[in-house]
Antibody, heavy 118, light 107 residues
């Protein structure tokens, strides 16, 4: 059974660093890429970045200077770190998976709500 | 970056109505277009992939089509459970970009 579960702090102070974990089960991180997508409250979806199945990463250029994605395949976990958080980073953060071609984002985590506030 | 212009931003329709939501791509994206449904407080759910392929388990009243750079999601007969936000996504080029979303309500 495929599952993705995001975890992390619900509250982050401005200028601090956000650290999130996506724990997966039912599939291998060496067979699927994991993507991070966020959604500001009441707004649309934004692709943030991805950890490819082979360990490569790519990032949305709008966030690239602040964002880092890594993984621990032995723990089936993918990590997101984003620094210099501001209030407009408030929203729900999701992880989801993809293989290739059209086969992307078939399973999503439940999302984690992050509020940036002092 | 490829812009996905989604319309309408909101839509109110009656039960049984035929409903169409459209995304227009600013560049050629082939059939690299996915539609998602998102109910309040829930994660997105993939409905259509490859522009026209229905995800397993999705009711057959949903369909996807393409005409040039316009991609459409159609619900042939609206049901109450279809109330949700709908999003399109292009995946031919990075950065991946979503449409701005459509809020579908019952009139």
């Amino acid at each position: 059974q495929v599952q993705l579960t995001e975890s992390g702090p619900g509250l982050v102070h401005p200028s601090e660093t956000l650290s999130l974990t996506c724990t997966v089960s039912g599939f291998s991180l060496t067979g699927y890429s994991v993507y991070w997508v966020r959604q500001p409250s009441g707004k649309g979806l934004e692709w943030m970045g991805r950890m490819r199945y082979n360990g490569d990463t790519s990032y949305n250029s709008a966030l690239k200077s602040r964002l880092s994605i890594s993984r621990d395949t032995s723990k089936n976990q993918v990590f997101l770190k984003m620094n210099s958080l501001q209030t407009d980073d408030t929203g729900t953060y999701y992880c989801t998976r993809a293989t290739s071609g059209y086969n992307l984002f078939d399973y999503w985590g439940q999302g984690v709500m992050v509020t940036v506030s002092s | 970056d490829i812009q996905m212009t989604q319309s309408p931003s909101s839509l109110s329709a009656s039960l049984g109505d035929r409903v169409t939501i459209t995304c227009r791509a600013s560049q050629d994206i082939g059939n690299y277009l996915t539609w998602f449904q998102q109910k309040p407080g829930k994660s997105p759910r993939r409905m259509i992939y490859g522009a026209t392929n229905l995800e397993d388990g999705v009711p057959s009243r949903f369909s996807g089509s393409r005409s040039g750079s316009d991609y459409s999601l159609t619900i042939s007969s609206l049901e109450s459970e279809d109330v949700a936000d709908y999003h399109c996504l292009q995946s031919i080029q990075y950065p991946l970009t979503f449409g701005s979303g459509t809020k579908l309500e019952i009139k």
